[in-house]
């Protein structure tokens, strides 16, 4: 099956602009993630949708970070305005949606990421 | 506040031996953990996952261990080989399938 796809793969902005990432989820699966993972540090989860819905976006910077998934299928994640402290690569991860007893069901699926660049 | 963090950044092993990642969490209440891999330019993959009923689980050269009294896990890699260099994240699951990862570790396998 084909995998969870990202554009762009980087990205070189200058603060106060904006940037949009795009990810498909591998198809089917309907819980969709984007984590924000700075150089040196593990992935941090940013928003996490089931179908069209937000499940939980409490790390989400909302002053400036928004996130779209309007058909339950593929995402936006913007950025407006950036600032420094944004460079990182954003991950786009997907899970099928029904853990049952199957421990391989909850596991992540991530996309390559997108890298961002704030200067 | 939840957080799963690593004993070890960096761990250098000579090709042939056996590896061990160690990772502590402090959630009491998370029932599932993994185990992911991330090379240079890629996204996470995952290794092998545990649940919180289980102390121990093994996969291809790949064995897991969950110490659920001192919040403990750790990985361990057999006959490390040069394709293993990457970071290891541990990563565990809270209530709605929520996924904290932990810093990480930085594995370097010297041929």
């Given at each position: 099956?084909?995998?969870?796809?990202?554009?762009?793969?980087?990205?070189?902005?200058?603060?106060?602009?904006?940037?949009?990432?795009?990810?498909?989820?591998?198809?089917?699966?309907?819980?969709?993630?984007?984590?924000?993972?700075?150089l040196?540090?593990?992935?941090?989860?940013?928003?996490?949708?089931?179908?069209?819905?937000?499940?939980?976006?409490?790390?989400?910077?909302?002053?400036?970070?928004?996130?779209?998934?309007?058909?339950?299928?593929?995402?936006?994640?913007?950025?407006?305005?950036?600032?420094?402290?944004?460079?990182?690569?954003?991950?786009?991860?997907?899970?099928?949606?029904?853990?049952?007893?199957?421990?391989?069901?909850?596991?992540?699926?991530?996309?390559?990421?997108?890298?961002?660049?704030?200067? | 506040?939840?957080?799963v963090?690593?004993?070890?950044?960096?761990?250098?092993?000579?090709?042939?031996?056996?590896?061990?990642?160690?990772?502590?969490?402090?959630?009491?209440?998370?029932?599932?953990?993994?185990?992911?891999?991330?090379?240079s330019?890629?996204?996470?993959?995952f290794?092998?996952?545990?649940?919180?009923?289980?102390?121990?689980?093994?996969?291809?050269?790949?064995?897991?261990?969950?110490?659920?009294?001192?919040?403990?896990?750790?990985?361990?890699?057999?006959?490390?080989?040069?394709?293993?260099?990457?970071?290891?994240?541990?990563?565990?699951?809270?209530?709605?399938?929520?996924?904290?990862?932990?810093?990480?570790?930085r594995?370097?396998?010297?041929?």
């Open positions: 099956e084909a995998g969870v796809a990202q554009s762009p793969r980087y990205k070189i902005i200058e603060k106060r602009q904006s940037v949009a990432f795009w990810c498909n989820p591998i198809s089917g699966h309907a819980t969709l993630y984007w984590y924000q993972q700075i040196g540090q593990g992935p941090k989860l940013l928003i996490q949708f089931q179908n069209n819905g937000v499940v939980d976006d409490s790390q989400l910077p909302k002053d400036r970070f928004s996130a779209e998934r309007l058909k339950g299928v593929d995402s936006t994640l913007k950025i407006q305005p950036a600032k420094l402290e944004d460079s990182a690569v954003y991950l786009c991860a997907s899970r099928p949606h029904s853990s049952g007893g199957s421990s391989g069901a909850n596991v992540l699926t991530f996309g390559a990421g997108s890298r961002l660049t704030v200067l | 506040g939840e957080s963090g690593l004993h070890l950044p960096t761990l250098s092993v000579q090709e042939g031996d056996n590896s061990i990642i160690n990772c502590a969490y402090s959630n009491s209440a998370s029932d599932y953990f993994i185990w992911y891999k991330q090379e330019g890629k996204g996470p993959q290794i092998i996952d545990i649940r919180s009923n289980m102390d121990k689980r093994q996969g291809q050269r790949v064995t897991v261990l969950l110490n659920k009294t001192v919040k403990h896990l750790s990985l361990q890699i057999a006959a490390t080989q040069p394709g293993d260099s990457a970071v290891y994240f541990c990563a565990e699951n809270t209530g709605g399938f929520k996924t904290i990862f932990g810093a990480g570790t594995l370097f396998v010297k041929a």
